[in-house]
């Protein structure tokens, strides 16, 4: 079972069980006379619910998304807080849909949080989305793409941050036609097989169908399979043009690895990539055009600092889902500290207004009041073919949509993806 993990004062997290221990210490050393302020202090804080996967197919991504928010909560913390509370993060591991449900219930219920953040799972992600509709309580998902949640199963209650599928297939789609890529190809398509990817898999056939690409073969892979062998097997028997794939977590990592030990000669494009897996692929695996939402390599100042504080504090370059929950606490903080308030209606409301956001990119972002999408840049990224190190291995594209377009060119239409709020 997971252990519980809470923020103390200036964001060091202590278990439950070492937290009763301390406690306990207290009490035995005759400190009750400390005890009011202690509980003045947490009736004080702004408690926060965070869900992420710390285990299964995502858990390593997950582990970036915990160290990016609670980052971004003592940042915050050490200037003061929100409205002059302190914020206090309480990151657990979602694991499934229904445990992510169960959780996110309880810290409605019981723990007292104002509203809840997190995921990566587009499964697990609605899950929550519906727990925080039926409480009328804002959830803001940070790392999930699946078009659908903007889509059919969008609500009043629920804010996506990450770019969705759509976004994902036109930032690689874009890098592919200039390449005289897609028109006339045949592509062998490989997808996760859950909400998200067959949400992605929808997703590249639009774009194949409307740029004149054809996809030979399409396989579904359960999001437990480790072993690729008969896909390959079938790639190989279907002669495609280019390898398309529409995969999530460590199946991307796997799937390269055994892609270049088989020796296939198609080249390879993928409409889903987290810097994580491509780091774990390893040097000489990974190939081809990938989009991403977010590089430390970017050439923004601000963007440059937190990737500098993320090294200092945590020794190591952070990944994209460090910094976008990173940039989604901070948001969360403006959203509160304009508002004068942590209530979920009063929230709701800024974030539909348009309210700009500064995300540590060129262009700022806003959340669309129609289905509740944060509009910000995306980019493709590519290998490099000298590369000697896997932190600096994939080369960031320029910005999509351009400086002189607007950024909702890139997103699905109402009409595309229609949402009922």
Known sequence: MTKRMFEIGGGSLVTRRSALKFGAAGLAAGSMLSMPAIVRAQADAIKIGHLTPMTGFLGVLGEWAVQGIQMAAEEINAAGGVMGRKLEVASEDSINPDTA???????????????????????????????????????????????TLRGKSCNRYMFCTDIPNTVMVNAVGS??????????????????????????????????????????????????????????????????????????????????????????????VGFNLNTADAWAAGLGNLAGTWPTVWYHTLDNPASLAFVEAFKTKYGKIPENHAWIEY??????????????????????????KGAEFDILKDRKAYFRSWDHQLIQEAYPFSVKADATDVIDMMELGAAVPGADESLEVIYPTREQNPCSL
């Open 101 to 147: 449900a169960t959780k996110a219930q309880r810290m409605l219920e019981r723990d007292g949080v104002a509203f809840l953040m997190g995921e990566i799972s587009s499964a697990s992600a609605l899950a929550i989305s519906q727990v925080a509709a039926r409480n009328k309580r804002l959830f803001m998902a940070l790392g999930p793409r699946s078009d």
């Open 175 to 268: 890098s592919l036609m200039r390449d005289n890529m897609v028109k006339g190809k045949k592509f062998a398509a490989v997808t996760s097989d859950y909400v998200f990817g067959h949400d992605l898999l929808r997703a590249a056939k639009a774009f194949f169908d409307t740029h004149g690409g054809n996809i030979v073969s399409d396989d579904l892979v359960a999001t437990d399979v480790t072993d690729f062998s008969p896909y390959l097997l079938k790639i190989r028997q279907a002669q495609p043009d280019v390898v398309c794939l529409n995969l999530a977590g460590n199946q991307v990592t796997n799937f390269v690895k055994q892609y270049a030990e088989y020796g296939l000669p198609f080249p390879t």
């Open 327 to 352: 940039v989604s606490l901070k948001m969360m903080a403006q959203a509160m500290e304009e508002t004068k308030s942590t209530d979920s209606e009063a929230l709701v409301d800024y974030l539909e």
